[in-house]
């Protein structure tokens, strides 16, 4: 569950780039108005991956960076799991692409380019 800090032209499309950046397919999108005036929504979404996805938790902590509050719920295995899985993440957004980012990004940080 989302609640954005404000109503603003293109706030939604910030939560959703969360996900869309890091190759997150979502399950469900409901918004909701929370009864504090015209505007103010939470959004429920159900995505695809787990918590213990490199991408899946970075989007989270995108999400509680750019929020008023971010409510987790829970992360379960799919129930249909195919032979073989969910679908493969998008190219650039692999744990293990997350994971060598975050490494060149820490030898540069450290002076070795």
Not at 84 to 104: C, H, N
């Amino acid at each position: 569950m989302l609640w954005q800090r404000d109503d603003h032209p293109g706030g939604l499309r910030d939560l959703l780039g969360e996900f869309a950046t890091r190759g997150i397919n979502l399950m469900l999108l409901q918004s909701r108005p929370t009864g504090a005036g015209i505007g103010n929504y939470c959004f429920c979404i159900d995505a695809e991956g787990h918590i213990s996805d490199r991408r899946v938790a970075e989007a989270l902590m995108g999400l509680k960076r750019i929020c008023l509050q971010v409510r987790f719920l829970g992360s379960y295995p799919r129930a249909d799991v195919r032979p073989g899985g969910i679908r493969p993440p998008l190219p650039g957004t692999s744990d293990e692409e997350f994971v060598g980012a975050a490494d060149w990004v820490a030898r540069c940080q450290d002076g070795r380019f």
